[in-house]
Each structure stands twice: as C-alpha cells, then as structure tokens.
C-alpha cells in the first residue's frame, strides 16, 4: 500500500492547532452517547466543541462524513497503520478530536491499529463505556502504547472512577485505562495557560489516572 491509497482509504488524519500529533476526526453528529448527552443541559456535550468554529465549514463536514464510512472499509487497519509507521514522528497519536467509538468492530480495530504502531502512543478518549466493557470482558487485550481514558458525562461531574477501575481490574488491560473529566475551574491540563497548546504535555497519554480539562 502507499501513502495515497492509504489517505484515500481512511480519508486522511487530521490536525489541529492544539495537538503535538495527529489526529482523525469523524461526525460528533455520529456520536451515539452524545447524542443523547447534547440534549442534557450541564452535560459535556451540551455546547459541543465539534459544532462549532472551524468544524462547521463544509469541506470538513464532507471529509468526517468520508472517514466515518470509510471506517469499515476492508483495508482500514491496514492504511491506518501504513500512515502512522511513516511519519517523521510517530511519538502520539489522539483518537477522535471529533467524533467516538462507533462499534465493538471499530473499537477492535483501533486496537488492532495501536498493537501495530508499537512506536506510536495512543490516547483513546470516550463517553462510549459499553463498548469498552463489552472489548475488556471479552478477553481482549488493551495494547501496551494505549491509554483509554473514559470521560465524564457532566461539567464538573466525578471521573467514571468506579466503572474504570472495574474494567482495569481485568488482566488483559490492567493499567490501561484511566478517566478524564471537564471543569469549570482548576482544570489539571495546562492548556489554557499556555495558549490554549498542549505544548510540551503529555499526561494525557500518560498513566495519570485523571486529567481535567477546562470547559471550553
């Protein structure tokens, strides 16, 4: 495969001015949790980011709606990892800066992915907690180069701690997956102070058990 066909199949990675890496987006339309959070005032998905700005402009919206379809093209795996093993710099990779798990057969290939990209870590982000329950309880294995991070529903909610650390408990991901939560105030993530870049932060591909973002 080369890196044209490979683009052609996934639709392109994405990039954006606040990440040190790629990332892929796909519709926060398609999103099937918050979807019904966006309905629930004080939820995180309320005044969804992925709404607004620069996510509004039509050749953006045509190109999640390619990359969304496309996520189940035979070859996806396979051009996803050719993209990703020929960057000049494979340190990380963000899953989703639009956009979530789909499926367990989305899900299962974005494993596959991260297992074969060992030079690359991954930060997987998600509000979609049935689909991870169903892949951890199911045996498999959460690849060493992620971090899943279950977010919170509510603005200044509790971290999923609980539900987290349930599904950690499971050897075949233990120490893989961890929280993430939005606040209003104290956020953890050095974002806003720094503008509005992760500059040289990475804790959230780290093993910091919570990060909290700013309400944005």
Same mark, same amino acid.
């Given at each position: 495969?080369? +890196?044209?066909?490979? $683009?052609?199949? %996934?639709?392109?990675?994405?990039?954006?001015? $606040?990440?040190?890496?790629?990332?892929?987006?796909?519709?926060?339309?398609?999103?099937q949790?918050?979807s019904?959070?966006?309905?629930?005032?004080? #939820?995180?998905?309320?005044?969804?980011? &992925?709404?607004k700005?620069m996510?509004?402009?039509?050749?953006?919206?045509?190109?999640?709606?390619?990359?969304? %379809?496309?996520?189940?093209h035979? $070859?996806?795996?396979?051009?996803?990892?050719h993209?990703l093993?020929?960057?000049?710099?494979?340190?990380?990779?963000?899953? /989703?800066? @639009?956009?979530?798990?789909? #499926?367990?057969? /989305?899900?299962?290939?974005?494993?596959?992915?991260?297992?074969? +990209?060992?030079? +690359?870590?991954?930060?997987?982000? +998600?509000?979609?907690?049935?689909?991870?329950?169903?892949?951890?309880?199911?045996?498999?294995?959460?690849? %060493?180069?992620?971090?899943?991070?279950? @977010?919170?529903?509510?603005?200044?909610?509790?971290p999923?701690?609980?539900? &987290?650390n349930?599904?950690?408990?499971?050897?075949?991901?233990?120490g893989?997956?961890?929280? @993430?939560? %939005?606040? $209003?105030?104290?956020?953890?993530?050095?974002?806003?102070?720094?503008?509005?870049?992760?500059?040289?932060?990475?804790t959230?591909?780290?093993?910091?058990?919570?990060?909290?973002? /700013?309400?944005?």
């Open positions: 495969m080369n +890196t044209l066909e490979a $683009k052609n199949i %996934v639709g392109g990675l994405t990039y954006t001015s $606040k990440m040190p890496c790629p990332s892929i987006s796909i519709p926060a339309q398609a999103c949790m918050g019904k959070l966006v309905n629930i005032k004080g #939820s995180v998905c309320e005044d969804c980011y &992925a709404f700005g996510y509004r402009f039509k050749q953006g919206i045509e190109a999640r709606d390619r990359r969304l %379809v496309n996520i189940y035979e $070859k996806w795996v396979e051009a996803m990892v993209l093993n020929n960057r000049r710099d494979k340190s990380y990779f963000r899953w /989703h800066d @639009s956009g979530d798990i789909h #499926s367990m057969i /989305h899900l299962c290939n974005i494993m596959e992915v991260a297992k074969r +990209t060992p030079d +690359t870590k991954h930060w997987l982000p +998600t509000k979609e907690y049935a689909y991870v329950q169903a892949y951890v309880e199911s045996g498999k294995e959460v690849p %060493v180069n992620m971090y899943v991070r279950l @977010s919170a529903y509510m603005i200044d909610g509790l999923p701690t609980k539900f &987290a349930k599904l950690d408990s499971f050897e075949n991901v233990k893989f997956i961890g929280t @993430s939560t %939005v606040v $209003k105030e104290n956020p953890s993530c050095p974002a806003r102070e720094q503008g509005n870049e992760c500059g040289s932060c990475r959230c591909w780290s093993r910091e058990s919570n990060v909290s973002y /700013h309400l944005h």
